[in-house]
C-alpha cells in the first residue's frame, strides 16, 4: 500500500473507534518511507478528536538508524520480536 492508501484505511478505521495502529507484517523498518508513514499515522485523530495511537512490532534490524526519526515522527510504542534468533 501506498502511504496515501495506509492513511485513508487509518482515518475510516479511527472514524469507527480504532485507537491504536500497530505497524508489523515482514520487517515494517525494510520500508523506506517507515518515517513518514509512521509521521502520516500521528496525524490521524480519532472519532473522539484525540490523535490514535501508533505502534510498532519489529525484529530491530535498522532501529539504531531510524529510533529518533520515528520517535519524531510519534511513535508511541515498540515491541522487538526475537523471533529471527
Not at 8 to 16: K, T
Not at 62 to 72: N, S
Amino acid at each position: 500500500l501506498t502511504v496515501d492508501e495506509i492513511v485513508r484505511i487509518a482515518r475510516v478505521a479511527a472514524a469507527d473507534g480504532i485507537t491504536t495502529f500497530r505497524l508489523t507484517g515482514g520487517e515494517p523498518l525494510l520500508r523506506a518511507d517507515i518515517v513518514e508513514v509512521v509521521r502520516r499515522l500521528a496525524g490521524v485523530t480519532g472519532a473522539d478528536g484525540r490523535p490514535v495511537q501508533v505502534a510498532m512490532t519489529t525484529n530491530g534490524i535498522r532501529l539504531p538508524q531510524l529510533l529518533p526519526a520515528l520517535v519524531e515522527a510519534g511513535l508511541d510504542r515498540l515491541n522487538i520480536s526475537i523471533d529471527t534468533l
